[in-house]
C-alpha cells in the first residue's frame, strides 16, 4: 500500500515531478492497450477470432500504432523531457500550465481516437490513403468525425509541448540576468556544433546548450512540422466528413491520391525518421553521460549528425513510394534510396558514440538503465540496416507491404529500440521524480528485460520470416497459411505481454498505491522548483 | 531473369548472418564493459573507419542491387522497353477487372500490367501457389501504374491486392488467373 519500504512520499514531490509521473502513468497505461491490442492481432493472425468481426479487427489495427505513439511514447517522451530540458539548463519550466495542458489534452485525446474507432469500426489505418478516409461506403462519418477530433486534440497537446520546449530553452527567468535568447536557439538548432567542425581546437566556440537539449530542440522541429501536417490533413478529411453529414457529398477525385500520399508521408516520416531517430540518439547521449559520468566522445561530430539527421527527415519520405508506379523515378533513387542510406551513417554515428562513451568509463556496473540502453541500441542496430535494405528500388518490389517491414524493421525498432530506450530513462530518472523511491524487485526487473528483449526480437524475426515467405499485412488469411510462423510470434508477443506486466507490478509495488493516487492530487510546492532542495 | 524467390534468398541469408553477428557483438561489448581492460579509449581511427564502412554500405547496396536484381533497372527504364504482351486491369469496388478470363503469357516474354483503379488505392501482386509473392506494386486512383515483369519459367500465378482497401478488401484474391506457358 505504502510502496517499498514507504520510501515513496507523495507529499514531498514538487508539481514538476507529479507531472512527470502522470505522464509516464498515462504512457504505460496507453502502452498496455497497444500491447493487449498486439495480443489480438497476433493472436487474428494465427486464426481470425469469431468474436471479433473483421471491422473490429481492422479498427484496432488502426487505433494499434496510433495509441503506441501519440498515447504512449508521446506522453513518455513529452513528460521526460518537459522534465529534462529545465534539469539540464538549471532554469524553471517556462510554463507549468501549458506542460499540465500537454498532458491532458494528449491523454484526452487518445481515448477519443480510441473510442471512436471501438465504436463506429472507423478504420482507414494510420496511412488513411485517400480517399479511403472519405469512404463512406465501408466507414461511419459520424465516427470518422470524432476519430479526427480525436487526433486533432492530440496535436494540440503536441503543439503546446513544441511551444514550451523552445521558450523553455530562450526566455530568461524572472530575477535573472538577459539571457542570450538567439545565441541559445541557434546553439539548440546545431549552428555552433558544425561551425566548430571547421574551427581549431583553440577557436571552437562553447556550446550554450547541452548536447542532449540540442538533441531534443532538433527532434521537436520536426513534432512541430509533423502536428502541422497532421492537423492540416485532419482538416481535409474533417470537411469531407462533415460536408457528408451535412448531407453534401464533395468529390473525391478533387484530391490528387499521388500528391497526397507525398503529402503525408512526407509528414509522417518526421516522426519515423525525424524526431524518433533525433530523440533517441539524443537520450542516448544522455544516458551514456549519466551512466559514465563523462562527457560524450566526439561530441561536436554527434551535434552535427543530429543537424544532418534533421535535413535528413525533411528529404527521405520517398521510401514509401517506391512501389508506386506514378511516383517519379529520380524521386524513388534520390530520396527513396540515397537519402534514406544516410540514415545508416547518422544512426550509425549514434550507435557508435554512445558505445564508445560507454567503453570509455569501463568497468561499469550492469545496472537497469546500462542493460536497457544496450538493449535499444541492439533494437536499432537490427532495425535501422532491415529498413535500408527494404529502401531499395529492386528489394522494396518483393518485401513492400509484407511482414518483413512490420515485422524486423518497424516492431524491432519500436519495441526494441525505442521502448527499451525510453524504459532505460524510466529506470534512471525513477530515483529522481520519486525523491529516492526503491524498486520492488530487481529479479522482476531483470524478466522485465530478458522477457521484452527476447520478445521483440523473436516477434520480429518470426514475422519478417513470414514476410520473405510473402506474407502481407494490413490482411486476414483464413487457411493458416502462415501458421507455424505466425505461432510462433504469438508466443514472443505473449512474451512482451509478460515483461509489460513484470514491469507495471513492479512500479506500482515500488510506489505503493497510495503513491499513485498522491501522483494524481496537487503538489503543494512551487511550481519553478524541479526537485525539493533535499533531494539535491 | 532471376527469380524473385533467389533475391529473397540471399537477403535471408545475408540479414541473418548480420543479425547473428550483431547480437553476438552486443553480448560481447556487453560482458566486456563490466571488467577493466588495458585501455578504456576508442581510437579516432576506429571511429573515421566505422564512418567509411558505413558509407560504403549505404551506398554499395543500391549500386550492387541495380546491377544484380534485373527488375530494378527494368522498371526505371520500362517506357523504352516494348512490351510483348500488355494487359488493361482495372478496379473497382474492392473487385479486379481483367482483359479475359485468364492471363496467358508465354515464357521468355515481357508483360505489361497496366492497371487503373476507379475508387481506392489498391495494391496489385502476383503469388505464386505456395503464397510467396513474385512482385507487387501499388494502385493509385486517376494515374496509371504499369509494372513490367519478365516471366524465365512456366507457372501459374494468383492476383492478390496487397494494400489495405478498408475492411472489403482482404480478400481480393484472383486465384490460378496468370499463366506463363511454354513457348
Known amino acids: 500500500m505504502n510502496g517499498e519500504q514507504g520510501l515513496f512520499k507523495p507529499a514531498t514531490l514538487t508539481p514538476m515531478q507529479k507531472l512527470v509521473l502522470r505522464f509516464v502513468v498515462i504512457g504505460l497505461i496507453y502502452y498496455g492497450f497497444a500491447v493487449i491490442e498486439g495480443m489480438i492481432m497476433r493472436i487474428y493472425a494465427i486464426s481470425p477470432i469469431t468474436a471479433i468481426p473483421d471491422n473490429q479487427y481492422f479498427a484496432i489495427l488502426t487505433a494499434h500504432p496510433l495509441v503506441g505513439i501519440f498515447g504512449s511514447t508521446y506522453s513518455i517522451v513529452f513528460g521526460a523531457f518537459l522534465f529534462l530540458v529545465p ?9 507549468y500550465k501549458l506542460a499540465n495542458w500537454t498532458c491532458i489534452l494528449i491523454g484526452v485525446g487518445t481515448i477519443t481516437f480510441w473510442l471512436a474507432g471501438f465504436f463506429s469500426h472507423y478504420a482507414p489505418l494510420y496511412t488513411l490513403y485517400w480517399p479511403l478516409p472519405a469512404d463512406f461506403s465501408q466507414f461511419n462519418p459520424l465516427g470518422g468525425t470524432f476519430f479526427v477530433l ?11 509541448f ?24 541557434l546553439s539548440a538548432m546545431g549552428l555552433s556544433g558544425m561551425t566548430n567542425l571547421f574551427r581549431k581546437k583553440e577557436n571552437q566556440k562553447e556550446h550554450l546548450v547541452s548536447l542532449p537539449v540540442a538533441a531534443i530542440a532538433r527532434g521537436t522541429v520536426d513534432t512541430a512540422l509533423n502536428a502541422g501536417i497532421i492537423l492540416f490533413t485532419g ?8 460536408a457528408h453529414l451535412l448531407g453534401f457529398d464533395l468529390k473525391n477525385s478533387a484530391i490528387d491520391a499521388l500528391l497526397y500520399k507525398n503529402w503525408f508521408w512526407w509528414g509522417l516520416d518526421l516522426i519515423a525518421d525525424g524526431l524518433v531517430l533525433i530523440f533517441v540518439a539524443g537520450t542516448w547521449y544522455l544516458l551514456a553521460m549519466l551512466i559514465t559520468g563523462k562527457t560524450l566522445f566526439m561530441q561536436n561530430i554527434a551535434r552535427a549528425a543530429l543537424l544532418l539527421e534533421l535535413v535528413v527527415s525533411w528529404t527521405v519520405w520517398s521510401h514509401h513510394l517506391m512501389s508506386d508506379q506514378a511516383q517519379p523515378g529520380f524521386l524513388k533513387v534520390a530520396s527513396g534510396e540515397m537519402v534514406t542510406a544516410f540514415e545508416l551513417i547518422t544512426q550509425g554515428l549514434a550507435f557508435f558514440i554512445t558505445l564508445a562513451t560507454l567503453w570509455s568509463a569501463r568497468p561499469l556496473k550492469m545496472t537497469n538503465p546500462l542493460k536497457f540502453l544496450l538493449g535499444g541500441l541492439l533494437g536499432f542496430a537490427l532495425a535501422v540496416p532491415a529498413g535500408i535494405m527494404q529502401a531499395d528500388l529492386g528489394l522494396n518490389r518483393i518485401l513492400h507491404n509484407t511482414q518483413w517491414i512490420i515485422g524486423p524493421h ?6 526494441v529500440g525505442l521502448t527499451m530506450t525510453l524504459y532505460s530513462a524510466i529506470y534512471i530518472l525513477f530515483p529522481i521524480v520519486t525523491n529516492g523511491a526503491k524498486l520492488y524487485s530487481q529479479k522482476l526487473a531483470n524478466f522485465h528485460f530478458w522477457a521484452h528483449l527476447i520478445g521483440g526480437i523473436g516477434m520480429g524475426a518470426f514475422m519478417g520470416m513470414a514476410g ?7 490482411t486476414i488469411y483464413l487457411n493458416g497459411e502462415f501458421n507455424l510462423y505466425m505461432i510462433l510470434a504469438g508466443i514472443c508477443g505473449s512474451l512482451l505481454l509478460l515483461a509489460f506486466l513484470a514491469f507495471f507490478y513492479n512500479i506500482v509495488m515500488s510506489v505503493g498505491l497510495k503513491g499513485v493516487i498522491g501522483i494524481f492530487t496537487p503538489s503543494k510546492l512551487d511550481e519553478k522548483i524541479l526537485v525539493p532542495e533535499s533531494e539535491k | 531473369m532471376v527469380d524473385s524467390q533467389v533475391v529473397l534468398n540471399g537477403q535471408t541469408f545475408a540479414y541473418t548472418f548480420y543479425a547473428i553477428a550483431i547480437i553476438l557483438m552486443m553480448l560481447w561489448f556487453g560482458y566486456k564493459i563490466t571488467k577493466s581492460g588495458k585501455t578504456n579509449k576508442v581510437s579516432s581511427a576506429l571511429f573515421y573507419s566505422f564512418v567509411t564502412l558505413l558509407i560504403v554500405m549505404g551506398v554499395s547496396l543500391h549500386i550492387v542491387t541495380y546491377n544484380t536484381i534485373p527488375w530494378a533497372s ?14 488493361e486491369i482495372s478496379v473497382e469496388n474492392h473487385k479486379f477487372i481483367l482483359p479475359s478470363e485468364k492471363l496467358i503469357i508465354n515464357v521468355n516474354d515481357k508483360a505489361m500490367f497496366n492497371v487503373r483503379s476507379k475508387d481506392l488505392t489498391y495494391g496489385f501482386g502476383l503469388f505464386r501457389s505456395d503464397n510467396s509473392m513474385v512482385f507487387q506494386m501499388q494502385v493509385i486512383p486517376g494515374h496509371l501504374n504499369d509494372i513490367l515483369w519478365k516471366f524465365d519459367k512456366p507457372g501459374i500465378y494468383t492476383i492478390r491486392s496487397t494494400e489495405y482497401s478498408g475492411p472489403k478488401g482482404a480478400q481480393m484474391i484472383l486465384k490460378d488467373v496468370v499463366e506463363v506457358v511454354a513457348n
Open chain 1, 468 to 474: 520473405l515467405k510473402g506474407m502481407l499485412r494490413r
Open chain 1, 162 to 185: 513544441v511551444i514550451n520546449i523552445f521558450k523553455t530553452i530562450v526566455y530568461t527567468p524572472e530575477g535573472w540576468e538577459k539571457q542570450p535568447s538567439k545565441a541559445l536557439f
Open chain 1, 150 to 160: 480525436g487526433i486533432a486534440i492530440v496535436m494540440l497537446g503536441t503543439v503546446f
Open chain 1, 87 to 95: 534539469f539540464l539548463m538549471k532554469k524553471p519550466l517556462w510554463s
Open chain 2, 74 to 87: 527494368m522498371d526505371l527504364n520500362r517506357k523504352e522497353i516494348k512490351a510483348d504482351k500488355v494487359f
Open chain 1, 410 to 415: 518497424v516492431h524491432v525498432a519500436i519495441l
Open chain 1, 235 to 242: 482538416v481535409l478529411i474533417l470537411v469531407y466528413l462533415v
